[in-house]
């Protein structure tokens, strides 16, 4: 079966789909995105991604490229076309395209969508929750508005490549000041010696990850304390449970930092059991 893409109102095979040599995604970078998970044909949380894009877009002052209900109706449409049960899907709104200036084009100019969806293993990301993975940590050389979901990812697409050639499935980016900011694509927390659950604020220096905010709920739920704060690449170490959470790998443990153990080596019981809540929460 061909694998269908959504490009600015057409849904074609991959071979077929085009995009403007002139939009500004491709160009500068100029445009936002989304990823949502797909669990028996349910978008989970779909409202939440949305009122993020919304955001990211206004903070651009980008405007959207279509209604809510006709966004929702491409997504469902673009899974359904390539028959996905549990996967993701993907979005992204860019600009437009204009020819190549600095400044925006006129309102003239609509923007860009794209959607598209991939299927997901969940037994393999399952099993790799199990184990736990090792991290890297990485210095943070981002701009200064990481709350915007933006499609410029150099510096994380270099981080995630520069830990993957140390075998460690995830970076873990780092401020001058040795705090930890969030993973390359993912947000982190750690569990210290008092059970208190920390994860960075969520201001400008890190997106405000869906899967933090339920994972936060969660937390709060089960009367647990968290703590909104930023935490040191030697508080990590010297923590009880390390995890980073995101909409692709859920909750996922950190075994090892920098080829350090972190706790006992193996994913801890908060950890285990937090993943576990999420997924009843997601209906998995
Ligand atoms: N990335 N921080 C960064 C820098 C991210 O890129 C992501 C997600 C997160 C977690 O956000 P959420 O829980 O909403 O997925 C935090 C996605 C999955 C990606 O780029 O593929």
Known sequence: MARIIYVNGRYSPYSQASIHVEDRGFQFADGVYE??????RVIVDLDGHLDRLDRSL???RMAPPMSRPALIHVMNETLRRNKIRN???????????????????????????????RPHDEKKNNALAKKGINA???????WARRDIKSISLLPQMLASQTA???GCAEALLVEDDGFI???????????????????????????????????????IELGLKLEERAFS????????????????????PVVQIDG??????????????????????YGM
Request: hydrophobic share 40%; aromatic share 6%.
């Open 58 to 60: 206004g903070e651009l």
């Open 164 to 166: 993957l050639d140390q």
């Open 35 to 40: 990823v949502c998970f797909i669990h028996n």
């Open 181 to 219: 900011t969030e993973g390359s694509h993912s947000n982190a927390w750690m569990v210290d010696h008092d059970n208190r659950l920390l994860t960075r604020r969520a201001d400008n220096s890190i997106l405000r990850g869906r899967t933090r905010e339920v994972v936060a709920a969660t937390i």
């Open 87 to 117: 996967g993701y899907t993907y979005l992204q709104v860019t600009r437009g395209a204009a020819p190549r200036a600095f400044s925006f084009p006129g309102d003239d100019i609509g923007s860009s969508l794209i959607c598209m969806a």
């Open 233 to 252: 690449v030697d508080e990590a170490l010297a923590a009880k449970e390390v995890f980073v959470t995101s909409t692709t790998a859920l909750l996922m």
């Open 136 to 142: 890297l940590t990485v210095p943070d050389i981002r």
């Open 260 to 281: 350090k153990q972190i706790g006992a080596g193996v994913p801890g019981d908060i950890s285990n059991k937090l993943r576990q809540l999420i997924c009843d929460a």
